[in-house]
């Protein structure tokens, strides 16, 4: 599976984004996907992540309430809309295929990346 995340930028905070990761292949309804950030400095750290189905997802606390994961399988896309932006949401964020859970170890396939930069 090959990933290509875009729909960063920057935006004012309390502004809005919406970043898209798109799946080459067949089996991308197979996968579980997450997307993670990591901002200069710090390591990598998990956002969020949603099921094959799109059924069941699972948010770091650090987002909840300001941040939606989904997902349209026809199209190989996920999405990640966000909403309220901070200046500590920026980062480069990365959209992962295998999991969707907290630990990047268990992600097969990661895409390259999109910067977030959020101004006070």
């Known amino acids: 599976v090959q990933l290509q995340a875009s729909g960063g930028g920057l935006v004012q905070a309390g502004g809005s984004l919406r970043l898209s990761c798109a799946a080459s292949?067949?089996?991308?309804?197979?996968?579980?996907m997450g997307w993670f950030r990591q901002a200069p400095g710090k390591e990598r750290e998990f956002v969020v992540g949603?099921?094959?189905?799109?059924?069941?997802?699972n948010y770091a606390d650090s987002v909840k309430g300001r941040f939606t994961i989904s997902r349209d399988n026809a199209k190989n896309t996920v999405y990640l809309q966000m909403n309220s932006l901070e200046p500590e949401d920026t980062a480069v964020y990365y959209c992962?295929?295998?999991?969707?859970?907290?630990?990047?170890?268990?992600?097969?396939?990661w895409g390259q990346g999109t910067q977030v930069t959020v101004s006070s």
């Open positions: 949603i099921s094959r189905s799109g059924g069941s997802t």
């Open positions: 992962a295929a295998g999991s969707y859970f907290r630990d990047p170890a268990g992600y097969d396939y």
């Open positions: 292949g067949r089996t991308f309804r197979y996968y579980s």
